[in-house]
Protein backbone atom coordinates (compact mmCIF):
# COMPACT_ATOMS: atom_id res chain seq x y z
CA UNK A 1 0.00 0.00 0.00
CA UNK A 2 2.54 2.56 0.99
CA UNK A 3 6.47 2.59 0.57
CA UNK A 4 8.46 4.08 4.04
CA UNK A 5 11.81 5.67 3.90
CA UNK A 6 13.60 6.37 6.74
CA UNK A 7 16.47 8.27 6.54
CA UNK A 8 19.39 9.36 9.54
CA UNK A 9 20.60 12.86 8.71
CA UNK A 10 22.00 13.37 12.40
CA UNK A 11 23.03 16.68 12.92
CA UNK A 12 20.71 18.53 11.04
CA UNK A 13 17.60 21.42 11.68
CA UNK A 14 14.41 20.54 9.98
CA UNK A 15 14.86 24.00 8.53
CA UNK A 16 17.79 23.27 6.46
CA UNK A 17 16.06 19.93 4.46
CA UNK A 18 14.40 19.69 1.52
CA UNK A 19 12.61 16.94 0.32
CA UNK A 20 11.05 16.88 -3.19
CA UNK A 21 8.75 14.61 -4.79
CA UNK A 22 7.43 13.13 -7.94
CA UNK A 23 5.39 9.86 -9.10
CA UNK A 24 8.87 8.00 -9.38
CA UNK A 25 11.52 9.42 -7.18
CA UNK A 26 11.91 11.71 -3.63
CA UNK A 27 14.80 13.97 -3.57
CA UNK A 28 16.44 14.97 0.38
CA UNK A 29 18.91 17.52 0.06
CA UNK A 30 20.22 20.05 2.87
CA UNK A 31 22.62 21.40 4.82
CA UNK A 32 24.81 20.23 7.76
CA UNK A 33 26.65 23.19 8.99
CA UNK A 34 30.03 23.06 10.70
CA UNK A 35 30.07 23.43 14.74
CA UNK A 36 32.68 25.75 15.67
CA UNK A 37 35.73 24.02 17.48
CA UNK A 38 36.60 23.75 20.71
CA UNK A 39 38.78 26.91 22.12
CA UNK A 40 42.35 25.67 22.59
CA UNK A 41 40.69 21.73 21.06
CA UNK A 42 42.61 19.26 19.66
CA UNK A 43 40.91 16.69 17.05
CA UNK A 44 42.67 12.80 16.76
CA UNK A 45 39.60 12.03 14.48
CA UNK A 46 36.88 13.84 13.07
CA UNK A 47 34.45 11.90 10.80
CA UNK A 48 31.80 14.40 10.59
CA UNK A 49 30.87 15.60 7.41
CA UNK A 50 29.75 19.09 6.83
CA UNK A 51 28.31 21.28 4.12
CA UNK A 52 25.36 20.65 1.08
CA UNK A 53 24.21 17.06 0.43
CA UNK A 54 21.85 15.83 -2.04
CA UNK A 55 20.68 12.27 -2.48
CA UNK A 56 18.16 10.67 -4.99
CA UNK A 57 16.17 7.39 -4.13
CA UNK A 58 14.16 5.77 -7.32
CA UNK A 59 11.12 3.81 -6.37
CA UNK A 60 10.16 0.74 -8.38
CA UNK A 61 6.57 1.69 -8.53
CA UNK A 62 4.90 4.94 -8.95
CA UNK A 63 3.37 6.97 -5.71
CA UNK A 64 1.00 9.38 -5.05
CA UNK A 65 2.55 12.62 -4.07
CA UNK A 66 0.02 14.22 -3.35
CA UNK A 67 -0.87 12.04 -0.21
CA UNK A 68 2.93 11.94 1.36
CA UNK A 69 3.69 12.82 4.19
CA UNK A 70 7.08 13.37 6.11
CA UNK A 71 7.89 13.68 9.79
CA UNK A 72 11.45 15.13 11.14
CA UNK A 73 12.10 13.90 14.94
CA UNK A 74 15.47 13.15 16.62
CA UNK A 75 17.41 13.44 13.05
CA UNK A 76 15.43 10.91 11.68
CA UNK A 77 13.35 11.80 8.37
CA UNK A 78 10.17 9.60 8.30
CA UNK A 79 8.96 9.32 4.67
CA UNK A 80 5.68 7.89 4.07
CA UNK A 81 4.59 7.45 -0.05
CA UNK A 82 0.96 5.83 -0.64
CA UNK A 83 1.38 4.12 -3.94
CA UNK A 84 -0.33 4.97 -6.98
CA UNK A 85 -3.72 2.82 -7.19
CA UNK A 86 -3.78 1.11 -10.62
CA UNK A 87 -5.00 2.94 -13.09
CA UNK A 88 -8.93 1.67 -14.63
CA UNK A 89 -7.94 0.52 -18.45
CA UNK A 90 -10.56 1.44 -21.22
CA UNK A 91 -10.83 -0.32 -24.27
CA UNK A 92 -10.97 2.17 -27.15
CA UNK A 93 -12.97 1.36 -30.33
CA UNK A 94 -10.22 2.10 -33.60
CA UNK A 95 -12.34 3.33 -36.53
CA UNK A 96 -10.80 4.02 -39.84
CA UNK A 97 -9.80 1.52 -42.82
Known amino acids: ?4 VIAEIAGVEKE ?6 NSRAIR ?3 K ?5 PTENGRYRLA ?4 GTF ?12 ENAEAA ?8 HLPKLKSETRYNIPITGE
Do not use: A, T
Not at 1 to 4: K, L, P, S, V
Not at 16 to 21: G, H
Not at 32 to 36: A, C
Open 16 to 21: DLDLEI
Open 32 to 36: RLLNP
Open 54 to 65: DRVLYLPEPINP
Open 28 to 30: ISG
Open 47 to 50: EIQY
Open 72 to 79: FKKGLLHI
Open 1 to 4: EQFI
